[in-house]
């Protein structure tokens, strides 16, 4: 199963590893790709994780999330 989180408030590099970094941590999360341009992470689950879960994994690194989908 995959997910793709809009993010706002990346701005680098090291933004994208915190996020990857921090999504990474979840359990259940098997892949993350991170996206600087298009301001997302698309996740790739290997057992069901709510997005409240994703969310605030997100938020806990500094950054907003604008949608799950």
Do not use: F
């Not at 790739?44 to 907003?64: C, N, P, R």
Request: aromatic share 2%.
């Amino acid at each position: 199963m995959k997910k793709t989180i809009n993010i706002e408030g990346m701005v680098c590099g090291n933004c994208v590893m915190h996020v990857k970094n921090a999504l990474m941590d979840v359990s259940g999360v098997t892949n993350v790709d991170v996206s600087l341009e298009k301001k997302t992470a698309e996740v790739t689950l290997g057992v069901k994780v709510s997005d409240v879960i994703l969310s605030d994994a997100v938020k806990e690194a500094g950054y907003e999330v604008k949608k799950i989908q």
